[in-house]
């Protein structure tokens, strides 16, 4: 895993570059981002990690998620996730971040300045199955009921980004038919 991330501080100023596996062994703070895809009904698009990934295996979360790599803007990296992991591709707005840091098991620790990224798709995903083995749309006040009730059948960032209602003003600006 030579994959390289970007270090930044608590305002996303570029502090270094550091190994993806050390960086999450250590629980440096780094650049992410989060996506979170909609359809014109108003439901979100979640994925169900996939059983081979390194941390978080097997549990539902946002419609993808990543690291930019060094030299590539926020938004061109998620773009480029959502169609390597959900074969989809549309636009995508930056409408937020927050930092957090979680355990997240086997010794990793994600500390990530998470930028948040909402876009708009009716078309079914084509899954990447080495990325999520699953996907489903639902409700927003479904999925606050279902993490309530089942926390640890979610990732933690997905947790808090709910729990926190780090998405939930933007959700009243959109428009659904």
Known sequence: MDEQLILVNENDEIAGFGEKLSVHREGTLHRAFSVFIFNTRGEFLLQRR?????????????????????????????????????????????VGSFIYRADVGDGLIEH????????????????????????????????RMEIES???????????????????????????K
């Open 150 to 176: 089942r926390p640890d059948k979610f990732t933690r960032w997905l947790r808090i980004i709910v729990e926190d209602q780090l998405i939930d003003v933007h959700l009243n600006r959109l428009t659904f």
């Open 112 to 143: 990530e300045l998470d930028h948040l990224l909402i876009g708009y798709c009716d078309l079914d995903p084509i899954l990447n199955f080495t990325e999520a083995d699953a996907w489903r749309r639902i409700h927003h006040s479904r999925l």
């Open 50 to 94: 996939a059983l081979g990934k390194y941390h978080s295996p097997g549990l539902w979360s946002n419609t993808c998620c990543g690291h930019p790599h060094v030299g590539q803007e926020t938004v061109a990296a998620a773009r480029r996730r959502l169609e390597d992991e959900m074969g989809l591709s549309c636009p995508l707005e930056k």
